[in-house]
Each structure stands twice: as C-alpha cells, then as structure tokens.
C-alpha cells in the first residue's frame, strides 16, 4: 500500500536542506530544515531496514524536474548519517 504527501516548499533547489526523518514503530515523520512537513502513521515498518537516497523526475517544476527520457539530472548530498533511539 502506498501513501504520500506533497510539500510545498519552493525553495527545494536554491541549495542543501537539512532532511531528518525521524522512525518509531508507530510514526515516521519527516522534517525540512527543522520544520516538521509530514507525520506517518498508517503502514509503518516495524523493522529496522536500510538507507535508500533516489531521485527522478517527478514531473514537477519545482522537485526533480520534467519526466522527460534522456535530460540527465542530479542530487547532490552533503552528508548522511544515522543516530538510534535511545533505549533507555
């Protein structure tokens, strides 16, 4: 099953952004730049899995551009790390 949803933010590709998602076994959320753009709640993975950073043309002007074959694009990232839950 599949959900999304659409941030609107304009400014996605003047530079780097900060991208946290934060995962707990009943909510994933996701945050730009601090400010907290979307809460998951509903298909929740209840195991750990790996990293995946993609890209591809979403057919947007304003995020991965025209679905159009054959324009090369790119995702420049910064950095990537990973902090676990404390369990305490």
Same mark, same amino acid.
Request: net charge negative; proline share 0%; hydrophobic share 20%.
């Given at each position: 099953m599949k959900s999304s949803? &659409?941030?609107r933010q304009s400014n996605l590709s003047d530079g780097f952004h900060t991208y946290t998602l934060t995962w707990s076994p009943k909510t994933v959320q996701w945050f730009i730049d601090g400010a907290l753009v979307a809460t998951h709640s509903q298909h929740v993975c209840s195991t750990p899995a790996y990293i995946i950073i993609q890209h591809r043309g979403t057919n947007? &002007? =304003?995020?991965?551009? =025209?679905a159009t074959l054959g324009v090369t694009r790119y995702m420049y990232v910064k950095s990537v790390s990973f902090t676990a839950a404390s369990t305490k």
């Open positions: 949803d &659409e941030v947007s &002007e =304003k995020w991965g551009g =025209k």
